[in-house]
């Protein structure tokens, strides 16, 4: 299965140049960066305008679009018109990064000097009187090299501003009883740009009931399956209709992605599917996770959208875990920590929808607490269908993005390590190391009311992430803090 269901991002660079400077200097410095570009294999274009007066920063956009750019640089190879400028910024339809060139030897200080760093500040004080979101990098002037890999940088960022700002997600289902942690607002996904489409449990019944006509397609992923269990299942009756089910989702997918480019779901799980679908849908959730479809768990729209999030800003499937349960010292006998203190330990857990190619090992089996809950725990029927194992060992990055109970929207970002230590226990799961972890669950996880379910990519992404929710226009972004930082609120005597 190819991961898809995601943006490709084509930046288009534009130049601009100050009335009182040489346009050819920003012409020069532009062909430079663009040399550059095609050099580091970032799949970038220049616009043949150089950005002088309002009419030029029109034509400057206009010219991008057609070219099929979805994000933007706009080049300051001079001081730069700030008015113009911004003015470009505001008409495109995308994310825009903004930088400016280095002098580059002594000889241009005598007559070719550009003076960006100057202009630059004039430009980002246009950009507050716009009040426009810009991604302005941390070091945002220099030359071609440098400025090349911060815009190869951009691409990962813009994939996730043009991602979210073009999805919908699928919801079926209310959330479970008592699991209000997972509230999803809906206004504030809609001023992301994304969409919502809130569906009935009945609704995703019926689907899967017309699924079942299909039995050709079911023969086929259900032999798909079985290749990737490695011939392996206990439960060979159970694929036909995990394929079903699987064939139900994909058709709704693409009849009702309608004018959205992108989809999620987050879908109901429990209690009442196992008795009407005869399985738990674990692994099928895992699967599509594995083609660029998230699908969260127990309706957790926010939670399916920091997934999508994660897996933009990687490249790779993402996952959702519950942050779960700490980690006795007798499991830790001769692990590598990588550096980690046993108290900023934890286990990142769910039932089984984690891909396959994100595990160490896995196989399918059955949830054991549902089936305690609904089968007594005798013999599992309806509730196999879960992928368990331990996740894959390596770098991670725990993301959500969150609407408050206020509606406003938070976020944490947090990098580590899932370790390589054998859980001892049930379900897709991973001893997971954050560093300074201990007092982040206590001073953000917890003080800020987030859910249990956080998302986990497979790489790290925190310098992506951070940046593209600021883009997204989120404020409120929180990140584990030294022992000698505060946290706001935080006993100095504790």
């Known amino acids: 299965?190819?991961?898809?269901?995601?943006?490709?991002?084509?930046?288009?660079?534009?130049?601009?140049?100050?009335?009182?400077?040489?346009?050819?200097?920003?012409?020069?410095?532009?062909?430079?960066?663009?040399?550059?570009?095609?050099?580091q294999k970032v799949d970038a274009v220049a616009c043949p305008v150089i950005i002088e007066n309002e009419k030029q920063a029109l034509a400057a956009c206009d010219d991008l679009i057609e070219q099929g750019c979805n994000a933007a640089v706009v080049y300051l190879g001079n001081f730069g018109p700030e008015g113009p400028a911004t003015l470009f910024i505001q008409e495109f339809p995308g994310p825009v990064m903004v930088c400016a060139a280095a002098e580059e030897n002594k000889a241009v200080l005598a007559s070719d000097r550009g003076d960006a760093l100057c202009g630059l500040l004039n430009c980002s004080y246009n950009i507050g009187l716009r009040r426009l979101d810009v991604y302005i990098p941390q070091y945002p002037v220099g030359l071609p090299k440098d400025l090349a890999q911060k815009i190869g940088e951009f691409t990962a960022i813009a994939r996730v501003v043009v991602g979210v700002s073009n999805l919908k997600v699928f919801g079926f289902g209310p959330r479970p009883h008592d699991f209000m942690a997972c509230n999803a607002p809906i206004q504030p996904i809609f001023d992301l740009g994304a969409t919502v489409m809130e569906n009935s449990e009945l609704d995703l019944l019926v689907e899967y009931k017309k699924a079942a006509k299909d039995k050709a397609s079911i023969k086929a992923i259900a032999a798909d399956m079985a290749k990737e269990l490695k011939g392996c299942c206990r439960w060979p009756d159970l694929l036909p209709k995990l394929a079903q089910y699987e064939l139900a989702l994909m058709n709704f997918f693409e009849s009702n992605l309608g004018a959205s480019s992108y989809g999620v779901f987050a879908n109901k799980c429990w209690p009442a599917f196992e008795s009407e679908f005869g399985f738990v849908p674990c692994f099928i959730n895992s699967r599509l996770a594995g083609r660029g479809i998230p699908v969260a768990c127990e309706v957790d729209l926010y939670g399916a959208i920091s997934e999508y999030m994660l897996q933009c800003a990687t490249g790779l499937p993402a996952t959702l875990l519950d942050i779960n349960n700490s980690v006795p010292a007798d499991i830790l006998k001769g692990a590598d920590l990588k550096g980690v203190p046993v108290r900023d330990l934890f286990m990142g857990f769910h039932c089984g929808n984690t891909c396959s190619s994100c595990m160490k090992s896995c196989t399918m089996k059955y949830q054991l607490i549902m089936n305690r809950l609904m089968e007594g725990g005798g013999e599992p029927d309806i509730t196999r269908g879960t992928l368990e194992g331990q996740l894959k060992p390596g770098a991670t990055t725990m993301f959500r993005l969150q609407a408050n109970a206020d509606s406003e929207l938070v976020s944490y970002i947090a990098e580590g390590e899932m370790l390589d230590v054998d859980p001892c226990s049930f379900g897709g799961i991973s001893v997971v190391g954050i560093r300074d972890f201990a007092r982040f669950y206590r001073h953000v996880l917890i003080g800020k009311r987030f859910p249990h379910h956080g998302g986990f990519g497979f790489a790290r992404a925190g310098k992506v992430l951070f940046e593209a929710v600021k883009l997204l226009g989120v404020e409120d972004v929180n990140t584990p803090l030294p022992e000698s930082v505060r946290y706001p609120g935080e006993n100095p005597f504790a």
Not at 18 to 32: E, G, H, V
């Open 1 to 39: 299965m190819s991961m898809q269901n995601m943006p490709e991002i084509k930046i288009g660079v534009v130049g601009v140049s100050r009335d009182c400077f040489p346009a050819s200097l920003t012409q020069k410095r532009l062909a430079a960066l663009m040399a550059e570009l095609k050099k």
